[in-house]
């Protein structure tokens, strides 16, 4: 399972199971607050404040190389990136601070702990794994007119992009992609149209001033529904053997992205190159 869906919204795994487990430790602490201590209901929001500043922070300074040519992208936590043991170090000591003067009733604390961190095992052991779906049969055009076959483009690593031009988190993350598709070594990049015709994939590539190499027109997406994918965008890593390895589902960072391609290509036996994952392509 690659994705949660609820109606009409879907959520990756990850997020989902962050979401429940904030509320479960919400929760928790309100619980503590009538039982124990009203002080925990003061504590509980603020724990999941510090928390998620740590992380973030230790995310940006693991990837500092790529956050500096990007300053503004700290603040694009749509795109997710966070360090949970970082994020566990700063709400720890914002609680030892903020019971400094009762650290008794701070033994309370470790329970809705316990309970976010059961929520968010729980359900990523649950949810995790993609199943390992084949190419696609069937031939599809690209925007430059050629016919490609995706089952004969096994023997290499592949990253496909499913997105459209109407899907705002595509069309964000697109630049990035396609700086990325431009210079990486050892993996071939698709982008997958989803439902849209020749005319207006290029009038938005055209009025973007973005270039890509190979980009499959899908009028029917067939490629979504071959891969169970509710939503868009979608990037699909797919190993050499032309299975499914992993899917990242909403719009993805420049660090997931690399993530990605780096498990394919040790999995593959290719060396990572750092150049290929820079940001001077697409800034």
Not at 39 to 58: E, I, P
Not at 128 to 155: K, M, S, Y
Not at 162 to 173: D, F, G, I, Q, V
Not at 238 to 261: F, N, P, Q, Y
Request: hydrophobic share 50%.
């Amino acid at each position: 399972m690659n994705a949660v869906t609820i109606g009409p919204l879907f959520f990756a795994t990850d997020r989902f199971a962050a979401i429940l487990a904030i509320a479960a430790f919400l929760a928790a602490g309100e619980i503590l607050s009538r039982k124990v201590d009203r002080c925990f209901s003061s504590w509980n929001w603020q724990a999941v404040l510090w928390f998620v500043v740590g992380a973030r922070l230790g995310h940006i300074v693991q990837h500092a190389g790529s956050f500096s040519a990007e300053p503004l992208r700290v603040l694009a936590l749509w795109q997710g990136g966070f360090l949970v043991w970082t994020g566990i170090a700063a709400a720890a000591a914002f609680t030892l601070f903020f019971f400094r003067r009762n650290l008794k009733t701070a033994l309370w604390t470790p329970l809705p702990a316990a309970a976010a961190a059961f929520i968010a095992v729980a359900i990523i052991q649950l949810t995790a794994g993609a199943p390992a779906t084949p190419l696609p049969p069937g031939q599809f055009l690209t925007l430059d007119g050629r016919t490609i076959v995706p089952q004969n483009l096994q023997g290499a690593p592949l990253v496909i992009n499913l997105w459209a031009t109407w899907c705002p988190p595509c069309r964000r993350e697109m630049p990035m992609m396609a700086g990325v598709a431009a210079t990486a070594q050892g993996v071939t990049f698709i982008f997958v149209n989803q439902g849209e015709g020749a005319d207006a994939v290029g009038s938005y590539m055209a009025s973007e001033g973005i270039a890509l190499e190979t980009v499959l027109l899908d009028s029917l997406g067939l490629f979504g529904r071959h891969y169970a994918v509710p939503g868009l965008p979608a990037t699909l890593f797919i190993g050499g053997d032309g299975k499914l390895r992993s899917i990242h589902m909403g719009e993805i960072s420049r660090e997931k992205l690399a993530e990605g391609i780096e498990a394919l290509q040790e999995r593959q036996g290719v060396p990572m190159a750092a150049a290929s994952i820079g940001s001077s392509a697409d800034r």
